[in-house]
């Protein structure tokens, strides 16, 4: 791979992509915002600013080149425990960048979906989420889905749960069980990305991830623009996928 990034340099990586080999589903967990703003000597909440302008541009590629779901980790339920300032700030920009944007996502055709206990949002932001949803429901080029007060394993329990309420009789099988989940509508992820250089899950999609290729970049999220996430799918084409497979059982 490295040979022939070299080799291209001055290429767009877009033209190197297999496009019959497009992700269906890419996971983003969009992280670095505080550090690119603190490399600055800017707040946080400036890089927050910032790693919406990435949202954006991310948000109109993957739907160009005709992935059908993005989802992007913009809220954990741990993230309530930063400084009131900082959450404020954030659930301020969610519902502005919603606003704002909601005419974009009706010319490019893109529906807005959420995953979480959206719920327990602050109002405001819950009520625009929803109007947002409510505007966008019949769009079918791409689904943007924000995982706001998300995390894997409160999804995990929660479908446990409604299995357990809904008196389910017989054999739980995967497929049941992904059906409570607040995934199950969508294709489980092939390429989750990380930016930043954390290389760990942080309670995102934990169940959905099982088989997904996973790549991490030391990019801020921020500075994450179309062509990190062409190198990013570039990467994963050229990754052997084997669900435990071997090799050679694949050529056949
Ligand atoms: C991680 O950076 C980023 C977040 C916790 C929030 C991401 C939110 C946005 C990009 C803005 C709102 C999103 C939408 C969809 C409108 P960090 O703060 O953890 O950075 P650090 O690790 O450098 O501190």
Not at 14 to 37: F, S, Y
Not at 141 to 158: E, I, K, P, Q
Not at 163 to 188: H, R, V, W
């Amino acid at each position: 791979m490295q040979k022939s990034l070299r080799d291209q340099k001055n290429m767009s990586l877009k033209k190197l992509l297999d496009k019959d080999k497009i992700p269906k589903h890419i996971a983003i967990i969009m992280d670095g915002n505080g550090r690119w703003a603190k490399s600055k000597g800017m707040p946080r909440v400036f890089g927050h600013k910032e790693g919406v302008k990435t949202v954006k541009e991310i948000t109109e590629v993957t739907a160009k080149l005709g992935v059908k779901y993005l989802t992007l980790y913009a809220f954990s339920t741990e993230n309530w425990k930063r400084p009131a300032y900082e959450v404020n700030a954030l659930m301020s920009l969610l519902v502005n960048t919603i606003d704002k944007e909601m005419e974009t996502l009706m010319k490019n055709n893109i529906k807005l979906e959420a995953i979480g206990n959206i719920e327990e949002l602050p109002s405001k932001s819950y009520k625009s989420l929803l109007k947002g949803i409510e505007k966008t429901k019949d769009n079918d080029r791409m689904t943007l889905v924000l995982a706001l007060n998300y995390s894997g394993r409160w999804d995990v329990l929660n479908a446990a749960k409604s299995i357990m309420k809904d008196n389910f009789q017989g054999d739980i099988d995967e497929k049941i069980f992904k059906s409570y989940l607040s995934t199950a509508a969508y294709p489980d992820p092939e390429l989750l990305i990380r930016t930043s250089g954390e290389i760990r899950l942080s309670n995102f999609l934990l169940w959905e991830s099982a088989y997904s290729e996973l790549y991490f970049t030391e990019i801020n999220w921020p500075s994450f623009k179309e062509e990190s996430l062409y190198e990013a799918i570039y990467e994963y084409q050229n990754r052997e996928r084997r669900f435990g497979k071997i090799s050679e059982q694949l050529k056949k």
